[in-house]
């Protein structure tokens, strides 16, 4: 079957903004191993990203505009860092270049140094907290 547009008038064109959503995400299975709400807070942080693909979103705001309660938001954001997608350090998040190492189980994936992954400071004093009360 050969492919035609069925619209010219409205044929994408490639934006000056980055944004596109990489093809690989169904290709390589991305997708498939993620949650609606995993998808639809990536397809949101793509969409708002600029071309390093940072862009800063509060939790609240995130909540609001994809209709999910703070844990829900917090788990599709887990997940997105797990499989190497973005990267958070609040309120910052990073949209990265898909990676096959995501792919793979973690354990085979190279690891972080403690010092390099991001340390929500308001969750380890809550956590102390909890243990000194």
Same mark, same amino acid.
């Given at each position: 079957?050969?492919?035609?547009?069925?619209?010219?008038?409205?044929?994408?064109?490639?934006?000056?903004? =980055?944004?596109?959503?990489? *093809?690989?995400? +169904?290709? %390589?299975?991305?997708?498939?191993?993620?949650?609606?709400?995993?998808?639809?807070?990536?397809? =949101?942080?793509? /969409?708002?990203?600029?071309?390093?693909?940072?862009?800063?979103?509060?939790?609240?705001?995130?909540?609001?505009?994809?209709?999910? /309660?703070?844990? +829900?938001?917090?788990?599709?954001?887990?997940?997105?860092?797990? =499989?190497?997608?973005?990267?958070? *350090?609040?309120?910052?998040? *990073?949209?990265?270049?898909?990676?096959?190492?995501?792919?793979?189980?973690?354990?085979?994936?190279? /690891?972080?140094?403690?010092?390099? %992954?991001?340390?929500?400071?308001?969750? +380890?004093?809550?956590?102390?907290?909890?243990?000194?009360?």
């Amino acid at each position: 079957m050969q492919k035609h547009p069925i619209s010219l008038a409205k044929l994408r064109q490639v934006p000056q903004q =980055f944004s596109w959503v990489d *093809q690989r995400l +169904v290709r %390589e299975r991305y997708i498939d191993q993620l949650s609606h709400e995993a998808c639809a807070l990536y397809l =949101f942080l793509l /969409t708002v990203a600029d071309a390093q693909g940072l862009s800063f979103y509060s939790e609240r705001s995130l909540c609001q505009r994809l209709s999910m /309660t703070p844990v +829900v938001l917090r788990q599709a954001r887990q997940a997105l860092i797990a =499989f190497a997608l973005v990267a958070y *350090q609040r309120p910052l998040y *990073q949209v990265l270049a898909l990676d096959r190492d995501a792919l793979r189980p973690a354990a085979e994936r190279p /690891t972080l140094s403690s010092d390099d %992954e991001p340390v929500d400071l308001k969750a +380890v004093f809550k956590q102390i907290w909890e243990v000194l009360s």
